[in-house]
């Protein structure tokens, strides 16, 4: 747990109440009897709260971030974050292939082939509405790795949410 302004956490409920409701769900009973207090406390607009303890612009110049990505979704806050089996499971086919191919391929060929895989995997699970919310994800989970003074993993983890427009 971390400590986090309370018009904030009435902006996020807000959200999720409106997300819930677009996608024909019913919200928890317990918003509903509070919905009014809420919608009272919450300020319009909200920005996540990182930005205003690590400076975009650093975060966007450091190259080495991103480059942190594979051992930043080892860190135990981000185990359980996965996609559905089902969903992945023509890509992990089509990779298993390119490795197995009876053609001919050079390791180069080899390794175009897989990142052109990954490139349209990538391409077709993350549309824009994902993106939006693995981009507020990755920002909300920066400023709780922050509050908890894992500061390389709030940057990298920030650097993943502004690099998300280009997944």
């Known amino acids: 747990m971390v400590e986090v302004d309370a018009t904030y956490v009435a902006f996020l409920l807000s959200q999720a ?20 207090e809420i ?8 920005q996540a709260l990182i930005y205003s303890h690590l400076k ?7 190259d080495r971030l991103l480059r942190m ?34 053609l001919v391929l050079t390791p180069v060929q080899r390794e175009v082939r897989v990142q052109e895989i990954y490139q349209r995997a990538v391409a077709e699970l993350f ?19 922050l509050k908890r003074g894992r500061e390389d993993e709030a940057k990298g983890s920030l650097a993943v949410a502004l690099d998300s427009k280009n997944l």
Not at 17 to 36: H, I, N, Q
Not at 39 to 46: A, C, F, H, Q, T
Not at 127 to 145: H, Q, T
């Open 39 to 46: 919608e009272n406390l919450k300020k319009e607009g909200s």
């Open 127 to 145: 549309g824009e509405d994902e993106r939006r919310v693995y981009k507020r994800r990755m920002e909300e989970m920066a400023y709780y790795l």
């Open 17 to 36: 109440y409106g997300l819930t409701m677009s996608r024909g769900s019913k919200p928890p009973e317990e918003y509903v009897s509070f919905k009014a």
């Open 69 to 102: 990505i594979p051992e930043l979704l080892k860190a135990d806050v981000f185990l359980g974050w996965s996609i559905e089996e089902e969903r992945v499971q023509s890509y992990a086919d089509a990779i298993t292939e390119a490795g197995e191919s009876k």
């Open 56 to 62: 975009m612009e650093e975060i966007r110049e450091d």
